[in-house]
């Protein structure tokens, strides 16, 4: 079955710290990899999109990263804001169509906190 | 643009009622999903709909039905509530298969 599993669970850190978030998965065929932020009673959103040729991508002060021999990637926030509390999702696309997991195959989320 | 559009926000439902979530879309996306999410859970699929006019099980389809009313909305329905359904479900849309998918604000149900 396909699975995308996310590590830490959960995570405190000091504002202005950086941190890595973890994403491992075993998905075949693989399409694309996206990472999504949730903020506390909202809908998950789009931070950014890895496709199988590319290695890094960064958005602002997020940089994701793709390593698919290992089928591993992170997602790394730097100088880490009080805004940057929310769950981080890791979601794993494959070409395979249909199915009960459509093609999408959500981790269950990293719940960062930042602290002042 | 509104995007994604979940009607009601929330809900308080006794054991046994039914009631429909209703999800809209104005970017013109084929593709239209339902999503429950749980603590500790993670997003799981309940239906979706990959173009107007069809419509497939997810992960966690018992107790809920779905209609694909045009290609804007995408109801979900609960016939006979359980507590077992207090959750929070999220519908989203995307343009195709391999593209982003946009989420509403969620809708917070509790069964009593």
């Known amino acids: 079955k396909n699975q995308v599993e996310q590590s830490p669970q959960s995570l405190i850190i000091l504002e202005g710290k950086n941190c890595t978030l973890q994403?491992?998965?075993?998905?075949?065929?693989?399409?694309?990899l996206r990472w999504y932020k949730q903020d506390t009673g909202r809908g998950p959103v789009s931070l950014t999109i890895?496709?199988?040729?590319?290695n890094t991508k960064s958005n602002g002060r997020y940089t994701a990263t793709l390593d698919a021999d290992t089928k591993q990637s992170s997602l790394h926030i730097t100088a880490s804001q009080l805004s940057d509390s929310a769950s981080y999702i890791c979601?794993?696309?494959?070409?395979?169509?249909?199915?009960?997991?459509?093609?999408?195959?959500f981790g269950k989320g990293t719940k960062l906190s930042v602290k002042p | 643009n509104a995007g994604v559009t979940q009607t009601p926000k929330f809900q308080v439902l006794k054991t046994g009622q039914s009631m429909t979530l209703q999800c809209a879309q104005d970017?013109?996306?084929?593709?239209m999903y339902w999503y429950r999410q749980d603590p500790g859970m993670g997003l799981r699929l309940i239906y979706y709909?990959?173009?107007?006019?069809?419509?497939d099980k997810g992960e966690v389809p018992n107790g809920y039905n779905v209609s694909r009313l045009n290609k804007r909305e995408f109801s979900l329905r609960l016939e006979s509530a359980a507590p077992s359904q207090t959750s929070v479900y999220f519908c989203?849309?995307?343009?195709?298969?391999?593209?982003?998918?946009?989420f509403g604000p969620g809708t917070r149900l509790t069964v009593t």
């Open positions: 989203a849309s995307r343009i195709g298969q391999h593209y982003e998918q946009y």
């Open positions: 994403c491992n998965y075993t998905v075949s065929p693989f399409s694309n």
């Open positions: 890895m496709t199988f040729s590319e």
């Open positions: 979601v794993v696309i494959t070409n395979s169509y249909g199915g009960s997991q459509g093609n999408l195959i």
């Open positions: 970017m013109n996306h084929n593709s």
């Open positions: 709909s990959a173009s107007e006019g069809t419509t």
